[in-house]
T-cell receptor, first 112, second 113 residues
Framework: RKEVEQDPGPFNVPEGATVAFNCTYS??????FFWYRQDCRKEPKLLMS???SGNEDGRFTAQLNRASQYISLLIRDSKLSDSATYLC?????????????FGTGTQLKVEL | DVKVTQSSRYLVKRTGEKVFLECVQD?????MFWYRQDPGLGLRLIYF???????EKGDIPEGYSVSREKKERFSLILESASTNQTSMYLC????????????FGSGTRLTVV
């Protein structure tokens, strides 16, 4: 089983739609969680951290379910500029809390 | 903002050449990492370092070595480049503590011919 699993997509959605990505992780002792965004041929950039209570940043909402080892990202009112690959990232207890594990990413395409 | 700078955006090297990829960060981060990213395989960790002169193997260290003589600089070395090392190479740095993510450099797209 992969440490972090994501549906690769692509998710093709119309502008204005709401889209949700899911991610599961295998190590129940993982300590912190993140979503990164990666544009084509660019480096990944931190989108948001994911907290147990859930957190929101504008149109983006992240949720964590530790019991099910499941992380989600919800994007409301999708924009063309949201088109990118979204990487689910987990911080497992190995590596002293400093070595992150990345999913392979979910590709989002927002269309007119 | 933390800045992580990779020395080259694009590189073309010949098979058998020794290749140096340089990475410098300006925020005094203890931890630095080298990844390669290939379509369908995602990010794979090559080596990482949590302090000067310290290094740890990642998931795919074969054919690579690293050097960290100064805190701000982490170099990746391809001892004898091969065509299967054609890839996007990403350097990242991170401060200590579980709640912090990585900051990545802009990547080096290496082609070995």
């Amino acid at each position: 089983r992969k440490e972090v699993e994501q549906d690769p997509g692509p998710f093709n959605v119309p502008e204005g739609a709401t889209v949700a990505f899911n991610c599961t992780y295998s190590n129940s002792a993982s300590q912190s969680f993140f979503w990164y965004r990666q544009d084509c041929r660019k480096e990944p950039k931190l989108l948001m951290s994911v907290y147990s209570s859930g957190n929101e940043d504008g149109r983006f909402t992240a949720q964590l379910n530790r019991a099910s080892q499941y992380i989600s990202l919800l994007i409301r009112d999708s924009k063309l500029s949201d088109s990118a690959t979204y990487l689910c990232v987990v911080n497992p207890p190995t590596g002293g809390g400093n070595k992150l594990t990345f999913g392979t990413g979910t590709q989002l395409k927002v269309e007119l | 903002d933390v800045k992580v700078t990779q020395s080259s955006r694009y590189l073309v090297k010949r098979t058998g050449e020794k290749v140096f990829l340089e990475c410098v960060q300006d925020m005094d981060h203890e931890n630095m990492f080298w990844y390669r990213q290939d379509p369908g395989l995602g990010l794979r960790l090559i080596y990482f370092s949590y302090d000067v002169k310290m290094k740890e193997k990642g998931d795919i260290p074969e054919g690579y070595s690293v050097s960290r003589e100064k805190k701000e600089r982490f170099s990746l070395i391809l001892e004898s480049a091969s065509t299967n090392q054609t890839s996007m190479y990403l350097c990242a740095s991170k401060t200590g503590g579980v709640n912090y993510g990585y900051t990545f450099g802009s990547g080096t797209r290496l082609t070995v011919v």
